[in-house]
C-alpha cells in the first residue's frame, strides 16, 4: 500500500447512533453509496463499510492493527489481560494456535454433536411447555441452548446457564466500557472473581485429566495462566450472543419468507445455505475495531496514524457489487464468501461450532419438531444493538 496522497476522508456528519440502534441498514446503504470509507464525528472513528474496503483491511494487519488503543484497554482491563482478539501476528497465532484444535469440524461432529442435539431437545421441552401462546424463542431456546452449548464446549461443569449469559453479558459490557461506567465495571469485576474461581479449581484437574474442552486445550498449549484464563473469558464474551441471536435471525427471516421456508423444509440439505444466508443479511456482528499503525491510503481515502476505524462487516455483507440483489434474503443465492465471521487472521474462531450447532442441529431441529413453527404478530418482537445487533424478544407460535 502506497502513501501517496488522495482525498482526506469526506465527513459524514450526518449519522445518527440512535437511528443505528433502530435500524443500521438505512445508515449502511447510504455510506456505501456516498463514502465507503468515511470520518464519522458521531462515533469518533472512520467506517469502513464497502465489501472491497474491508477485505483490503484484514489482508493487511501490519497497516491495520487489531492492537487497538481505547478498546484494546477496556478488554484487557474487562478480561484480566489482552486475549488474542486485541493481538496481532505472531503473538496472536500462538494464541488462536491452541485453540483451533478444539474448533475442528471433525471434532465438533464426532464429539460436540451429540451434546448440541441434547441441549437443544432439552430446551426444545421447555418451550413447548411454554406453549404457541406464550412461547419466546429469545428467551425459552436460543438464549439457554446457546449459554449451554458454550458451557458445554468451555469444559466449565456445573455452570448454570443463567450464570454463563451473565458473565457473558458482564465482559462484552466491561469490553466496551470507553466511558468508565463504574456499575458495568462493578458487574463485570464480579464476573472475572467468579471465572476466575472456577478455573481455579478445574485447571489443575485439567492439567491432569485433558477433556477436548477448548479450556482444556488452551491449558495444555503451554501458554502462561493469565493468557489461559483471558481467552476462556473472551470465548464466554464471544461464543453466546452470537449464535444465540443467529437461532432468532434464522426463523425471523424465514416467517417473513414463507416461500424459502417452504424450499427448506422440502430439502434439508438446504439448512446450511440457510444459515449462512441468514448470516450474510443479518450479521449479528455488525462492525468491529482497527487502528492504522501508520499513514496509509485506503480505497483512495487518506488515513492518518492511529486512525480508530471501524470494520462495518453488516454493510459490506449487502454490497452490490459483490451480491446481486444484496439487501434480499436469498437462500437461492450462488454460493460466495461473506464476511459475517470477520476474515484474515482474525476470522472468527468458533465459525464451525455456530454452524453446526446453530445452522446443522438447533434451526432444523425446532421445524422438524414444530413444522409450523412461525413468529406471532399477536405480541412484540423487539431488536437491539447495531455492533451487536439482534432481538431481544421473539415471540413465536404453532399449530398442532
Ligand atoms: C454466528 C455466530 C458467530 C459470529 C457471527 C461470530 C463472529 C465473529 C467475528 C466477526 C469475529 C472477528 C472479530 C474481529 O476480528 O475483531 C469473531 C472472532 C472470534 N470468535 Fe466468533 N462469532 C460467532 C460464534 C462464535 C463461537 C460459537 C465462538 C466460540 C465457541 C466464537 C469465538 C470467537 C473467538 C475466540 C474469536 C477471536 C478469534 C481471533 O482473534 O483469532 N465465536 N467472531
Not at 274 to 279: I, T, Y
Not at 294 to 309: F, H, Q
Request: charged share 25%; proline share 8%; aromatic share 6%.
Amino acid at each position: 500500500m502506497t502513501t501517496t496522497s488522495t482525498a482526506a476522508a469526506p465527513t459524514a456528519d450526518w449519522v445518527d447512533p440512535a437511528a443505528l440502534m433502530i435500524d443500521p441498514y438505512p445508515t449502511y446503504r447510504r455510506l456505501r453509496d456516498e463514502c465507503p470509507v468515511a470520518w464519522v464525528p458521531a462515533l469518533s472513528r472512520y467506517l469502513v463499510t464497502s465489501f472491497a474496503g474491508c477485505r483490503a483491511i484484514e489482508e493487511d494487519q501490519e497497516t491495520f492493527s487489531a492492537a487497538v488503543s481505547g478498546g484494546g484497554a477496556t478488554m484487557a482491563r474487562a478480561l484480566g489481560a489482552q486475549p488474542m482478539l486485541r493481538k496481532d501476528d505472531p503473538e496472536h497465532a500462538h494464541e488462536r494456535g491452541a485453540i483451533n484444535p478444539a474448533l475442528r469440524p471433525k471434532t465438533l461432529r464426532e464429539r460436540w454433536a451429540p451434546v448440541f442435539e441434547r441441549n437443544a431437545r432439552t430446551h426444545l421441552e421447555v418451550l413447548r411447555e411454554r406453549g404457541p401462546d406464550d412461547a419466546d424463542l429469545n428467551r425459552d431456546y436460543a438464549a439457554p441452548v446457546a449459554s449451554q452449548n458454550l458451557v458445554d464446549l468451555l469444559g466449565l461443569k456445573g455452570t448454570h446457564v443463567e450464570d454463563m449469559r451473565r458473565w457473558s453479558h458482564a465482559f462484552i459490557a466491561g469490553t466496551g466500557n470507553l466511558l468508565d461506567d463504574p456499575g458495568i465495571w462493578r458487574r463485570c469485576d464480579a464476573a472475572r472473581d467468579e471465572v476466575d474461581a472456577l478455573l481455579g479449581e478445574l485447571l489443575p484437574h485439567l492439567r491432569e485429566h485433558p477433556d477436548g474442552s477448548i479450556t482444556s486445550a488452551l491449558v495444555h498449549s503451554g501458554l502462561p495462566l493469565a493468557q489461559v484464563s483471558a481467552n476462556v473469558k473472551l470465548t464466554i464474551a464471544g461464543g453466546m450472543n452470537e449464535p444465540q441471536h443467529m437461532v432468532t435471525n434464522v426463523v425471523w427471516a424465514l416467517s417473513r419468507h414463507p416461500d424459502q421456508r417452504e424450499l427448506v423444509l422440502g430439502d434439508p440439505t438446504r439448512w446450511p445455505a440457510v444459515f449462512d444466508e441468514a448470516v450474510r443479511w443479518l450479521s449479528p456482528i455488525g462492525m468491529y475495531p482497527r487502528e492504522t499503525t501508520r499513514e496509509t491510503v485506503l480505497r483512495d481515502v487518506l488515513l492518518p496514524t492511529g486512525a480508530p476505524v471501524g470494520v462495518v462487516v453488516g454493510a459490506a455483507n449487502r454490497d452490490t457489487t459483490v451480491f446481486e440483489h444484496a439487501e434480499s434474503f436469498d437462500i437461492t443465492r450462488p454460493r460466495r464468501p461473506h464476511l459475517g465471521f470477520g476474515s484474515g487472521t482474525h476470522l472468527c474462531a468458533g465459525h464451525w461450532a455456530a454452524r453446526i450447532a446453530i445452522g446443522e442441529i438447533a434451526v432444523p431441529l425446532l421445524y422438524t419438531e414444530l413444522p409450523s413453527l412461525r413468529t406471532d404478530p399477536r405480541r412484540s418482537e423487539s431488536w437491539d444493538g447495531w455492533v451487536f445487533r439482534g432481538l431481544t424478544a421473539l415471540p413465536v407460535t404453532w399449530s398442532g
